[in-house]
């Protein structure tokens, strides 16, 4: 595979691991009860819709900034990543999410823990409301990164970054009351893990691997298909060749490394 001889692969792989860190610490502890008030829905919305944003932007040049399994997972299904790559990002993202949650943990008072901010259902809420509301909040978010990341888009508007925030920010507007908005199993693994309680976790699994799936599935085959061959495909999922968006990487990493060589050595005919 030729992805286990780049190193911009590690860097990837690793990029993931770093964000989803920093996107959990942040997430959960904007969520943290200090006080008896009541918990603020738009300051916690916001905080992981502005979390979300600033790590997109700042890793998605690395690894195309997924911090989610359900959109990498997404990425899998429509064939824009290999295998690979897509179970590499998977648990770098579930061991970032647990190594943000234990430090969030280590450096929060006891009184204040409480369940660390872990997702559960409101108690009028049943399981399959809770795994339905999943479910649509995960397809949005999904959908609006594939729309907003697309490269065959012609002028597109905005920041892709920003879009990504403010759908993350209007989940959580209307997930909170229900389930405490997963939208991304690292997010609920995370504290789960560091709390060790799982008390209907699957509905963190299941309900955003189906929205991701069902939004992926509607974006690529319905509402702007895509022309790639079914040996393309394959051959992306194998990880036998990069996909359009790593080719062009390539190709502009290989023209800045020349430039370079190219400037340094008229400097050194000048001289």
């Not at 359900?70 to 179970?87: D, E, K, M, N, P």
């Not at 609006?144 to 508007?157: K, N």
């Not at 560091?194 to 189906?210: S, Y």
């Amino acid at each position: 595979m030729w992805e286990l001889r780049s190193w911009s692969f590690t860097r990837a792989v690793f990029a993931e691991f770093l964000a989803t860190l920093v996107f959990v610490f942040f997430g959960l502890g904007s969520a943290l009860k200090w006080s008896d008030a009541p918990l603020d829905t738009v300051a916690v919305s916001l905080s992981f819709g502005l979390a979300i944003a600033t790590l997109v932007k700042s890793v998605s040049h690395i690894s195309g900034g997924h911090l989610n399994p359900a959109v990498t997972f997404a990425f899998l299904i429509g064939c824009h990543i290999s295998l690979l790559r897509a179970l590499l990002y998977m648990g770098a993202q579930l061991l970032g999410a647990v190594a943000g949650a234990a430090l969030l943990y280590e450096i929060t008072p006891s009184a204040v823990r409480g369940n660390l901010s872990m997702n559960s259902l409101h108690p009028d809420v049943h399981v399959g409301a809770a795994t339905t509301v999943e479910i649509i909040l995960t397809f949005q978010l999904v959908l609006c990164i594939f729309a907003s990341t697309d490269e065959r888009r012609d002028g597109g508007f905005g920041c892709p970054a920003l879009s990504i925030g403010l759908s993350v920010a209007l989940g959580h507007l209307v997930g909170i009351p229900y389930t405490g908005t997963s939208m991304n199993p690292a997010r609920s693994f995370g504290p789960a893990v560091i709390v060790g309680k799982f008390a209907d976790h699957w509905v963190f699994w299941v309900g955003p691997l189906t929205g991701a799936t069902i939004a992926v599935l509607v974006y690529n085959y319905i509402l702007f298909p895509r022309n790639s061959s079914l040996s393309e495909r394959l051959a992306i999922l194998k990880g036998t060749q990069p996909p359009e968006s790593e080719e062009v990487w390539q190709d502009n990493e290989k023209q800045t490394v020349e430039l370079r060589s190219h400037s340094s050595s008229k400097s050194s005919g000048d001289v």
